[in-house]
């Protein structure tokens, strides 16, 4: 299956995110297992235990729903209570708790060592807050079934647990919860060998780093069926194991345990003749024969899967021998596998139901012979090497449910006989090479719920069809080349969630029908050329987060949308609004301010026009990028205003910021501790700050601690205004500074000194201001500096030497400073009988010039190299944070905005 719907590139390799998916899928099913546990008709409970119930009872988190069933006499009728139906003991007791996410803390009760009779307890997923496993567990000697997994218990399981002799299910697994080194741990699992029942152990994401006897410890319960240990931090076994006595094991769960299994592990593991499922995910296996012969042992092999190890070789040497029962096949993201997809095929048995093969080095074209695999049901082997045309045999495959063949080099067109596929649920063709039309077809797929083929060269219309699919949940089109308007049926799509149609050659109006899909949350038709207003019935979409017209030719005013939206029963949930590039007009409702969600508002490059005004923003509190750039606004705000939000981002380009302005850099030192730090508190009259033509203020992550706070701003854009006096000394204070430009101002005084504070510049303006003295010879300890310009200044003096300085040899980005001297501008007076080491024309004495020479491009080449590096890694890690610094911006931006903006005021 397919993890994820909003951001397409899946990285199953992640062990967590599986962990999380596997929470959430337990989430879903939990409402429908509870009601099973019935007590026995006829007998009531004991006193004394009804009594041992209420107290334990008073000691669980429940608020409200879950035991509220324990009330009256009959405690046997109680929820998740059984009772012996001769002698009315209490047998059963289950009080697992619905997973979420945040629970309040329970104890266990001591009356609970009352119910001597136990023989099933389950505490699962409940929030014992790190307590220990109490020992007194270890009493109830009739226990069959123990399941205390993902209760946040903590510490030593006490070994006195091998006293239930009679246990058979053991759950210990911890890996909901698990936070290191907050885990439970065991030393020695020799107490194991006692519990000659046992069928079932779940020691998952326990730590057993330092149980090195393991193995052999396990090898003693020969009536174990289930054995997990995954994530355990199993420590690797002795190359003389014993023979395997587990005969009976059916399912064994090694993953993510990081090891290099041996060949003798395999050969132990390839006598477990009975194994069905087998994960060996995250393993280091090395020996590819060895497995291929242990797998070829194990005859009645069901389920396999190999995630993310580092097994070196063909796919066709491992599987050769493979059980002809396998059904179900999970091999992804094992970069040293290599195979032919035909070869790899033709040895996997016919009645495979489930077949991953995603991130592997798989090339070759698809087989015609795949449409003889006729039992998938999921077939997925995305960002792989295989190229060619989808075969039309695909249409054999009646039974299948997921098909995902992204990231590759499809080419071709999409067989219709996609249509054919009854069953089909999730489709995802995402940035192959795909062209052709959208099969008309698919409008058939009638289970459809997933659609993805977004990235790809797929022409024509919109398919009027796709409107049939009342199930659909995601449809994503967007980057192909799709013409015409989008079909009107894609409004009789009720269940539709998710619809993105951006980036293509889209023309006509939105459809109003849209708006009649009250369950939309996500619409995108950006980059089009959509034309008309936006429809009157968007403003019904109440469970709308997410809308993006932007780049089309889109008219109109915001208000109806608005008043709808701010009208919402539960009040509009959009928490992303862009609107940018299109040519909507007139003012901007001041119902805007009541979109308490929006985190993200863009209306930039329009024709709207009038005051914006603090009732604007009165209810913005989560706004954390902010751009009406380039539209006619006037932003009017009083004296003593404070925003009500914390951006990362605010781009008022072209904006009238006159009047008053200045409100947004108010003054807050009442409530910072700027004292501390020694800092310019002082507030100065602002009357002589009017941006012109930009603000851009991009500022990173969150902290409580003061200093880290002033390192959050990475990027500063204030030229083209008219800021004057020195440039402020706190500045170098943001130690995180990637960007700074202050072009185009009226800036006095000299660089400061302690410029070369912030370490990680890669760019600095400060061209066209008047900026006088010498340029700091520190500068040239900024090693990622890769663009500066100092253009059109004041500045005197030599020209400073060496490092990054000896990448910097445009003579350009001095120009326009008449007393500046020094390599690549001409020689300082003083210079000429000495001459400088860079000077390569003057080399007229042999081999230590030249190699001087080398030198100095080396340098220059290592120069290029790390500013380049570090320009773009900044980029990358940028966007790759960006979602995250929505929920992190802090209200003490305002206040960083504050000193730059007070200090360039005076
Ligand atoms: C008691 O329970 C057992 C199984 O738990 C069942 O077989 C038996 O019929 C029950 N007896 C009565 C009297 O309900
Ligand atoms: C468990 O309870 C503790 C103590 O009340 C609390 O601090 C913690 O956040 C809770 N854990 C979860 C996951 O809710
Ligand atoms: C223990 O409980 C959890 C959740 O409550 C469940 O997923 C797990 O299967 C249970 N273990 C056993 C052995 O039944
Ligand atoms: C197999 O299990 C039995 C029972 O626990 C034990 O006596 C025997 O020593 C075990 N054999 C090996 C090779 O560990
Ligand atoms: C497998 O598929 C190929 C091509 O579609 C076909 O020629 C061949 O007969 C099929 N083999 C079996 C055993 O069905
Ligand atoms: C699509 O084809 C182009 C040109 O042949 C190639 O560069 C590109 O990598 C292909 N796309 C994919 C996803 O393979
Ligand atoms: C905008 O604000 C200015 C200055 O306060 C005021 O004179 C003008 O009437 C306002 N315009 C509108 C449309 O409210
Ligand atoms: C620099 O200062 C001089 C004199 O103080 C002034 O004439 C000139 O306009 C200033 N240049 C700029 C770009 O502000």
Redesign the pocket.
Known sequence: MTLNWDFMVISSSSKHAIVIFAALILLSNRANCDDSLHANKGNTCLESERRALIAIKSDM?DPGEWLSSWTGYDCCKWRGVACDNVSGYVTRLDLQYPW??????SKVNPSLFELKHLRYLDLSFN?F??AHVPHMIASLVHLEYLNLSNA?FYGLIPPVLGNLSHIQHLDLGNCY?YTYPSTLFSNNLSWLSNLNSLQYLDMSCVNLSKATNWLHQINLIPTLQVLLLGDANLPPVPPSLPTINLTSLTMLDLSWNEWNISASMLRWLSHASNLEHLDLSGCWVFEAEALSVALGALHNLRKLVLVDTQIAGEFSTILKNVSRMLQYLVLQWNFLLSGEISTILSILPRRLEFLALDGNNIYGRIPEMLGNYTSLRHLSMYYTRITGDIPRTIGKLIHLECLDLSQNDITGEMPSNVGNLPNLEELYLIETNITGSIPESLGNVSSLKYLGLFGNKITGEIPKTLGSLHNMSGLDLHANLLTGQIPTTIGRISNLRYLDVSENHLTGEIPTTIGRISNLRHLDVSENHLTGEIPKTFSRLCNLWMLDLSLNNIIGELADLLDGLSNCPQGAVLSSLSIGDNNMSGSIPSNLGLLAHLQELDLSSNSLQGNMTEAHFSQLTSLSYLNISFNSLNVILPNDWHPPFHAYEIDMSSCHLGGHFRAMFQDYTNSNPCHDNNLQCAMAPMGSYRPKDKILITAKGSTYEYIRILSLVTSIDLSHNNLSGEIPNELMMLRDLHFLSLSNNHLTGTIPENIAFLTELFSLDLSMNNLTGTIPSNLSALNFLSHLNLSFNNLSGRIPTGNQFLTFDDPAIYAGNKDLCGWPLPECPSDEAQRGPLHAKDDDDGNGSKLEKVLDYAFIAMGFIIGFWAYWGAMIMKKSIRIALFQMADRIYDWIYVQLAVKFGR
Not at 100 to 105: D, K, L, P, Q, R
């Open positions: 988190y979420v996410e945040s629970i309040g803390a929030n807050s790190y946040f919860t």
